[in-house]
């Protein structure tokens, strides 16, 4: 028969134990010296001449091979089925070996038993037993029982109808300016709007191993919708609406819904200061002087003089700012302004604008201006990621500095610490002179009782600052770790950086003491180089 695999037979005579071994028919396996020795010790033959045993095996593969293994006649055996069981207990194969040669065959209700001992319930595929019986193939591989595998549920999934990348960039012009007039930063939704749809979890089915025993499928995440006001949700919590006019944000896995307080003409006199749990937008001009505070995003269309806005979304001013030295635009997103002049400008997201003079501008993000001049001259600029411009500087040569790789939000934190950990110095000084001069008269008996509580409450004290200062001292190392980490920093110039411009890469300087054109500033070994664009 083809495609037999070669097995071995226990062959008990006046010489003693021995066994034959049959060659592999065509396509069978030949015989292994391990499944050899584990049937031997299960039977309990151990005097045995593994090097002769294995010699033998190296030649079978030409003819049918007999080895004497010990002289010990020792007992028949009789027909053996061996259980093991693979994939997590989800399959089960025997491998049968024949009897020696004056052992008996076993008979399908045996092998059943054995079956049954073993533990193996479910699953069994008698027919398996049945095909063994009719041909007898030995140490070959019957597959006698099948589990049922678990069918593996799905994760909830939330589908928003909205815009959630509030990252998104304003479109460039050919000439590569930017395109104030279609931004699409804002998500605005109107009353009964679908902001999002909920597939539930599908839990999936259990399955059963060859045992018997349930097997689970794997864990599934599941969700509900998160909301919060001006939102209501359907009947069956699957869906979300919007209750009023307003614009949707997603912050973490929670939708808002803000109303837009609108302005139409200026914020002046005769609107006052604006202070706005949701989104601002102004048709007309911010005045000098006024302020803006909300805690979503600001959309000006006139110009913004000397005035204030603080927000917690993004700004977006499609004319500019003009400071006066007394602008100031704090964001906790993103901002864009078709320009920016004499102002102080603070964002956790990034910076796009045509123009930037005279300036300080501190950005999370990256920092791109690439209007048709694209111009940063003067003033400091930072960003922790990359400065992107046409020209940096001036040819009259006007103090320009532009910063790259330290994380503004970062080194606003390094340096609240630093002054804390001055602060709690200086307090455990006082503490320590106290408690020093507490203990003196304590060991000259001239501590009143009812300075003992003072005492005891300052080494306390000294205690808690000390440990204070330890966390702190901790703190400023990681952050001065992570502020140093960024090593892909860079300085971008597509037409020309000139002389009076200093640039810092992380805490690396360089003076620009000549114009050059087209280049990429960024540290390499230790060093700001630049290399052409």
């Given at each position: 028969m083809s495609n037999q695999n070669g097995y071995f037979q226990l062959i008990r005579d006046d010489k003693g134990m021995n066994i034959r071994l049959f060659k592999a028919q065509e396509g069978g396996e030949n015989v292994k010296l391990d499944e050899i020795v584990k049937y031997l010790e299960k039977n309990q033959i151990f005097e045995v001449d593994i090097k002769s045993l294995n010699r033998a095996i190296g030649l079978v593969t030409a003819q049918d091979q007999f080895v004497t293994l010990t002289l010990n006649k020792g007992y028949p055996v009789n027909e053996l089925m061996t259980i093991r069981l693979v994939d997590n207990n989800m399959k089960a194969i025997a491998r049968f070996y024949p009897p020696s040669n004056d052992g008996s065959k076993v008979d399908k209700a045996e092998f059943m038993r054995d079956i049954e001992n073993a533990g193996i319930k479910f699953g069994i595929k008698e027919s398996e037993i049945d095909r063994f019986m009719k041909e007898r193939q030995y140490c070959t591989d019957y597959v006698i029982a099948v589990g049922k595998l678990p069918r593996q549920g799905k994760n909830a999934e939330i589908t928003y109808m909205f815009n959630t990348n509030r990252k998104a960039k304003p479109k460039k012009n050919e000439d590569g300016s930017v395109d104030f007039h279609n931004l699409d930063n804002i998500s605005h939704v109107q009353e009964g709007d679908l902001l999002a749809r909920l597939t539930p979890a599908d839990l999936g089915d259990p399955g059963t191993d060859?045992?018997?025993?349930?097997?689970?499928?794997?864990?599934?995440?599941?969700?509900?919708?998160?909301?919060?006001?001006?939102?209501?949700?359907?009947?069956?919590?699957?869906?979300?609406?919007?209750?009023?006019?307003?614009?949707?944000?997603?912050?973490?896995?929670?939708?808002?819904?803000?109303?837009?307080?609108?302005?139409?003409?200026?914020?002046?006199?005769?609107?006052?200061?604006?202070?706005?749990?949701?989104?601002?937008?102004?048709?007309?001009?911010?005045?000098?002087?006024?302020?803006?505070?909300?805690?979503?995003?600001?959309?000006?269309?006139?110009?913004?003089?000397?005035?204030?806005?603080?927000?917690?979304?993004?700004?977006?001013?499609?004319?500019?700012?003009?400071?006066?030295?007394?602008?100031?635009?704090?964001?906790?997103?993103?901002?864009?302004?078709?320009?920016?002049?004499?102002?102080?400008?603070?964002?956790?997201?990034?910076?796009?604008?045509?123009?930037?003079?005279?300036?300080?501008?501190?950005?999370?993000?990256?920092?791109?201006?690439?209007?048709?001049?694209?111009?940063?001259?003067?003033?400091?600029?930072?960003?922790?990621?990359?400065?992107?411009?046409?020209?940096?500087?001036?040819?009259?040569?006007?103090?320009?500095?532009?910063?790259?790789?330290?994380?503004?939000?970062?080194?606003?934190?390094?340096?609240?610490?630093?002054?804390?950990?001055?602060?709690?110095?200086?307090?455990?000084?006082?503490?320590?002179?106290?408690?020093?001069?507490?203990?003196?008269?304590?060991?000259?008996?001239?501590?009143?009782?009812?300075?003992?509580?003072?005492?005891?409450?300052?080494?306390?004290?000294?205690?808690?600052?000390?440990?204070?200062?330890?966390?702190?001292?901790?703190?400023?190392?990681?952050?001065?770790?992570?502020?140093?980490?960024?090593?892909?920093?860079?300085?971008?110039?597509?037409?020309?950086?000139?002389?009076?411009?200093?640039?810092?890469?992380?805490?690396?300087?360089?003076?620009?003491?000549?114009?050059?054109?087209?280049?990429?500033?960024?540290k390499k070994d230790g060093d700001i180089r630049s290399n052409p664009l």
């Open positions: 060859v045992h018997g025993n349930t097997v689970k499928p794997h864990k599934v995440e599941r969700k509900v919708l998160k909301h919060g006001k001006n939102i209501h949700l359907s009947e069956d919590e699957l869906e979300m609406f919007s209750d009023v006019n307003g614009h949707a944000t997603l912050e973490g896995d929670k939708v808002f819904v803000s109303n837009v307080y609108e302005v139409p003409a200026d914020v002046d006199t005769s609107t006052g200061d604006i202070n706005y749990d949701g989104s601002v937008i102004v048709r007309g001009n911010v005045r000098t002087g006024f302020k803006i505070r909300c805690g979503g995003d600001v959309e000006v269309y006139g110009a913004v003089e000397g005035a204030e806005i603080v927000c917690g979304g993004q700004i977006i001013l499609h004319h500019g700012i003009q400071g006066m030295a007394r602008g100031v635009l704090v964001s906790k997103g993103n901002i864009v302004a078709k320009f920016i002049e004499s102002a102080k400008i603070h964002t956790q997201g990034y910076v796009e604008a045509a123009a930037i003079i005279q300036s300080q501008v501190s950005a999370s993000g990256a920092v791109n201006v690439m209007g048709v001049k694209g111009n940063i001259i003067g003033g400091h600029v930072r960003s922790a990621t990359s400065v992107s411009a046409k020209t940096i500087g001036s040819p009259m040569g006007i103090t320009t500095v532009v910063e790259v790789g330290v994380d503004p939000v970062l080194q606003e934190q390094m340096d609240k610490l630093k002054k804390d950990m001055e602060e709690k110095s200086t307090m455990y000084k006082k503490l320590d002179q106290i408690v020093a001069m507490l203990k003196k008269k304590m060991e000259m008996g001239q501590l009143d009782k009812d300075k003992i509580p003072v005492l005891k409450k300052s080494i306390e004290d000294m205690v808690k600052v000390k440990k204070d200062m330890m966390e702190d001292s901790e703190k400023i190392e990681k952050l001065n770790e992570e502020m140093l980490s960024n090593t892909n920093a860079f300085i971008a110039v597509s037409r020309s950086i000139y002389p009076g411009t200093k640039i810092v890469v992380g805490n690396d300087m360089k003076f620009i003491n000549e114009e050059l054109s087209h280049c990429k500033f960024k």
